[in-house]
C-alpha cells in the first residue's frame, strides 16, 4: 500500500492521499460513533423495566479496561518509532504488545456482556440494554477489527516486508487504534462515569 | 499536478519530526494519572454536584493529549487537523443538539 508513498501517492497538497483519506474516514467515523453515543443519552434514563445502569455498571472492571486501552496506545506509537527506526525486534515487539492489550480489552469486554446477559440485561430487555449493547459493541468490533489489522501486520514484520519506508503502513493503522482509543475516552465518562 | 518537488513535502509531511519515546512514555502516564482522577472523582460524594463539568474537562483533556501526540496531529499539515476537527465539531452539534431536542424540550403527544 505505502510502497514509495512518497512517489506514488503525492498529491496537489503535498500530502500522502492515503493518509489524507484515513484522515477523512476518521472525520466520519466520528460522526457515526457521535449518533450512538446521542442515542444512548437521549435513552439513558428512559428504561421502564430493569437492569438500571447504576445497578450494573461495574466501574472499576471498565477502569482497568481503560487503562489497557491507554496502554495499548502508548505501545502503538513505540512500535511505530520502531519501525521507523528499522528495529526489527523491537516492531515485532511492540505491534504484539498492542495485540496482546487489545485482545485484552476485548476480552474484558466479552467478560461484561456475559455478566450483563446473565444479570438479565440483553438486546431486548430494556432502552438502556439496547443502546449500550450496539454502543459498546460497534466500539468492540471496531477494537476487534484493529487487532487483526496489526496481526496482518506484525506477520508482514516477522517476514521482513515492514521496513521504514513502509513504516505508512503502520502509522495509519496507529491512527484508527488511536482512534478506537479516543472513542473509549469519551464512552467511559460519558456511559460509565456520568450517572 | 504535483511538482517533483512535492515528493520532498510528502515525505515531510508524511514522517515529520515526532515526539521521542520519552515524551510518549510521558504522556502515557499523565493519562494515568487524569484516569485515576476521573474515578476518584466518581467516588468522592462531595464533589457529586459538580461531576459532570469535571469529568468532562478531564476526559476532554485527555481526547486532545491523545489527538495531538499520540495521532500526531500536532506535529502534521494542518489539513488533516481541519478533515478531523470539522466532522468532531458537527458530531458535537448532532450529540448537544439531540439531548436537547429529547431531554429538555417539552414532548407532544400526537393527535
Redesign the interface.
Known sequence: MAAN???A????????SW??GF??F???E??F???L???Y??YKNESVVGPFPTEILN??LT?VS??VL??S??A???AL?AV?RGKRAGSLFWIMAVIALGALFIGFQAYEFTHFYHEGLTLQTNLFGSSFFILTGFHGAHVTLGVIWLAILWLDALRGKLPPEK??RL?IA??YW??V??VW??I??LIY??E | MATESGTASVQHETHGAHATVGTYVLIGVILTVITAVEVAVFYIPALASVLVPILIVLSTTKFVIVVLFYMHLRYDSPLFRRVFFGPLLLALFVVIGLIVLFKYLPRFDPI
Do not use: N, Y
Not at chain 1, 9 to 16: A, K, N, P, V
Open positions: 508513498s512518497a512517489v501517492h503525492r498529491t496537489s497538497t503535498g500530502l500522502d493518509k489524507l484522515w477523512v476518521l472525520g466520519s466520528t460522526l460513533f457521535g449518533s453515543i446521542s442515542t443519552m437521549v466501574i472499576p477502569s481503560t487503562f491507554l496502554m496506545s502508548l502503538m506509537v513505540i518509532d521507523q513504516s505508512l502509522e496507529g491512527l488511536h482512534f482509543d479516543i475516552i469519551a467511559f465518562t462515569l456520568i
